[in-house]
C-alpha cells in the first residue's frame, strides 16, 4: 500500500471515530439524562439540544465544506478563524434573543445557554479541523473528536450521577471542549500550520460572509427542518412527549452519520475532479455513495421493525413498542435526508447555491406549516410530527434531484461548447 492509499485510510478510520462519538454523545447524554434523572428532564434536555444544533449553523455559517473545497485559496486560515470567531459571537447573541423571547423556566433556561455554548465550542473547533484538512491531516480532527466525546461522556455521567444536576453535567462537558480545543486543536497543531505572517484581511472577511451567505441559510434551514416537528411539540405536547419523539428520532441520525462517513473524506477528490472539469467522474462517486446509503438505510429499517423498540426500550428502560411504526418511517425518511444531503455536496462542490437556498426556504416552509398543522390543530401528537418529517424531506429529496439533475446537465454542455 502507498503512502498515499496509507494516509486515505487513516483519515478515513480516525475520521470516522471522531465524527462517530461525536454525533452519538447526544445519544448517550440523552439515555443518562434518562437514567439518571427522569423523562420530563428528558425532553427539556432533548428540545435543547435540538435548539442549540440550530444556532451551532449560525456558528458555523459556511462551515467546513466550503473552507476545504477553496480551490484558489485566495482566502487565509486567519480569515476563516476570524470570521468564525464573529459568527460564533452572533450565535450566543442569538440564542440570548431567544430565550428572551420564549421566557422559560430558569432550569431550562440554563440547559438552553449551557448547549448553545457546548455547540458554539464546537463550531470553533471545526475551523480548526478545517486547517488540519487542508494540509492532509484529517486524522487529527478525528482525535480530536475522540478526546471530547469519550472524555465528555465520561464527565458528563460522572457528574450527573454525583450531583443528579443536569447543569453541573453540561457544564462539565463545556470545561473539557475548552481544555482539548486550546491544548490539542490550536497548540498542538493548528499553531504550527497556520502561518504566523498571515495578514487577516477585512475584505477576505467580508467576501466569506457575503459568498456563503445562501449556504448558512441552508444548513440553517436544513437543521430547523429536521427538528420542526420538536418545535410544535414544545408547543403543543408535553415534555414527556418530547422526550419520546427524540428517542425513535435519534437513530435515523445514524443516516446522517453514515453519509458524513463516506462523503467527508472524498471532499478533497471532488474538489479535484471539478478543478479538472471531470464532471462524469463526479456524478460516477456521487452514484456509488448514494447506492451504498440506500442499502444501508434499507438494511436499518429492517432492523428498526424487527428489533429497534425493544433495543431502545432496554437503553432507556421504557417501553416504546408501541411507536414501532413511526421509528421505521422516521428512519426511512432519513434515506431521502441521506440522498438530498450526496446532492448538497455535489451542487456545492460545483458552487451552486442559489438554487439550493431556494430548496431550503420552501422546504423550511413546508416543514413549519406541517409539523404545527399535524401536531397541533389536527391533535394527531407524535404520529403527526412523524408524518410531518417524512412528507418534508421527501419533498426536499424530490426537489434535489430535480435540480441536481438539471444542473449537471447544463453544466456538462457547457463544456462541450467550449
Known amino acids: ?225 429536521l427538528n420542526a416537528p420538536k418545535y410544535a411539540i414544545d408547543n403543543f405536547l408535553t415534555e414527556d412527549i418530547q422526550a419520546i419523539y427524540g428517542y425513535i428520532m435519534m437513530p435515523a441520525t445514524v443516516m446522517t452519520l453514515f453519509t458524513q462517513f463516506i462523503v467527508m473524506p472524498f471532499l478533497g477528490k471532488l474538489k479535484d475532479m471539478y478543478e479538472k472539469n471531470e464532471l462524469k467522474e463526479i456524478e460516477k462517486v456521487t452514484l456509488k455513495i448514494k447506492l451504498i446509503v440506500i442499502a444501508f438505510g434499507a438494511f436499518a429499517v429492517l432492523a428498526a421493525f424487527l428489533l429497534g423498540p425493544e433495543f431502545l426500550g432496554l437503553i432507556y428502560g421504557l417501553d416504546l413498542t408501541a411507536y414501532r411504526m413511526n421509528l421505521c418511517v422516521i428512519i426511512g425518511s432519513y434515506i431521502f435526508y441521506a440522498i438530498s444531503y450526496i446532492n448538497l455536496v455535489t451542487l456545492t462542490t460545483i458552487r451552486h447555491t442559489f438554487i439550493q437556498f431556494v430548496i431550503y426556504v420552501i422546504s423550511m416552509i413546508v416543514a413549519f406549516l406541517g409539523s404545527n398543522i399535524l401536531v397541533g390543530n389536527l391533535n394527531f401528537g407524535i404520529n403527526g410530527a412523524t408524518f410531518s418529517c417524512t412528507t418534508t424531506l421527501a419533498f426536499q429529496f424530490v426537489l434535489y434531484t430535480i435540480a441536481t439533475k438539471v444542473i449537471m446537465y447544463k453544466e456538462k454542455n457547457k463544456l462541450k461548447v467550449e
Not at 88 to 102: N, P, Q, R, S
Not at 106 to 132: C, H, N, P, Q, R
Not at 162 to 172: E, N, V
Open 1 to 225: 500500500m502507498d503512502s498515499e492509499k496509507k494516509l486515505f485510510l487513516k483519515n478515513f478510520i480516525w475520521n470516522s471515530l471522531g465524527t462517530g462519538i461525536n454525533s452519538f454523545n447526544s445519544l448517550f447524554f440523552l439515555i443518562i439524562v434518562t437514567r439518571v434523572n427522569d423523562i420530563q428532564t428528558a425532553g427539556i434536555f432533548s428540545i435543547a439540544y435540538a435548539t442549540a444544533t440550530i444556532l451551532y449553523t449560525l456558528a458555523m455559517y459556511s462551515g467546513r465544506l466550503c473552507q476545504v473545497t477553496d480551490i484558489k485559496n485566495k482566502i487565509k486560515d486567519k480569515d476563516y478563524i476570524v470570521t468564525r470567531v464573529i459568527t460564533c459571537i452572533v450565535m450566543l447573541i442569538g440564542g440570548a434573543g431567544f430565550l428572551a423571547i420564549k421566557q422559560y423556566s430558569g432550569f431550562k433556561t440554563t440547559i438552553f445557554a449551557l448547549l448553545a455554548i457546548f455547540k458554539g465550542l464546537e463550531a470553533f473547533s471545526d475551523i480548526l479541523y478545517g486547517v488540519m484538512q487542508k494540509n492532509d491531516l484529517l486524522y487529527k480532527s478525528g482525535q480530536s473528536l475522540s478526546l471530547k466525546g469519550f472524555i465528555g461522556i465520561a464527565g458528563f455521567l460522572i457528574v450527573d450521577l454525583i450531583t443528579r444536576d443536569l447543569r453541573l453535567a453540561c457544564l462539565s462537558v463545556i470545561l473539557v471542549n475548552i481544555a482539548i480545543l486550546i491544548v490539542f486543536d490550536y497548540f498542538m497543531i493548528s499553531k504550527k500550520l497556520i502561518n504566523s505572517e498571515e495578514k487577516i484581511s477585512k475584505d477576505n472577511v467580508l467576501s466569506i460572509i457575503k459568498s456563503e451567505f445562501f449556504v448558512f441559510v441552508n444548513s440553517f434551514a436544513g437543521i430547523y427542518i
